[in-house]
């Protein structure tokens, strides 16, 4: 859904002390061309995403591909604006609400 052909979970720049602590949840690996991507998950209007994200290009790949990923519902004009602004852009994807029927009866 995101042009990636590995992800790992990854540190956040920031540590969290407890499983209540908000913020992205990053992963790091390669898209289907063998790039290095860095990508950060959030949902809501987040606007500490672009920062966070941002940061964990830094901590984990600088040179990497940066890509924030979101709802598509939470695809926010003001988000796209704060990652267009960084020195290295990042791609905002927004996902469709289907993305988590993944066939399993629960």
Request: hydrophobic share 40%; glycine share 6%.
């Amino acid at each position: 859904m995101i042009d990636a052909d590995h992800l790992e979970a990854a540190e956040p720049p920031i540590p969290r002390d407890s499983v209540k602590d908000v913020g992205a949840s990053i992963a790091v690996g390669t898209d289907r061309s063998g790039r290095s991507i860095v990508v950060a998950c959030s949902v809501g209007i987040d606007l500490d995403v672009v920062p966070t994200a941002a940061d964990a290009r830094l901590l984990h790949d600088p040179d990497a591909r940066l890509m924030i990923v979101v709802p598509e519902r939470d695809d926010h004009p003001a988000t796209r604006r704060l990652a267009a602004r960084l020195s290295a852009p990042a791609e905002i994807v927004g996902v469709p609400g289907e993305w988590r029927d993944d066939g399993v009866d629960r």
